[in-house]
């Protein structure tokens, strides 16, 4: 059987769906947030093994690259706890239809700007 369906291999012009963008980008900070475990990991051991770790800790994030690194695993956070509870919503029946999930996907993305915005001042 032959197919003659034309493809379209450029993906710079497929327009991905609001609900589509908050779906992958709800993955890649559940990524970026695995990734960030490691150094989470290590300001917590370093902090708790004696008080000249919990300095060097302290004198770390001080610093002004330290802080972004932080205010970015914030955001990851924000975002991606914003996004869960728009999923589980989802689960129980509520915003499954097309304007219902792009509706979601407004209030997600608005949400977890304020969010991110108010754990950006809090960090700096």
Do not use: C
Not at 49 to 54: I, K, R, V
Not at 74 to 90: N, P, R
């Amino acid at each position: 059987m032959k197919n003659n369906r034309p493809v379209n291999l450029d993906l710079t012009t497929i327009r991905m769906p609001l609900s589509a963008i908050a779906s992958i980008t709800h993955r890649i900070t559940g990524v970026g947030l695995f990734v960030a475990v490691g150094f989470l990991m290590w300001a917590l051991t370093a902090s708790l093994e004696s008080q000249a770790g919990f300095e060097q800790v302290k004198n770390v994030l001080t610093h002004p690259f330290a802080k972004f690194i932080a205010w970015g695993i914030a955001s990851f956070v924000v975002y991606h706890l914003v996004a869960g509870i728009k999923h589980l919503f989802m689960d129980i029946g509520y915003f499954e239809t097309k304007e219902g999930g792009a509706l979601a996907s407004k209030a997600v993305f608005a949400l977890s700007a304020v969010g991110i915005i108010l754990v950006g001042v809090w960090v700096w």
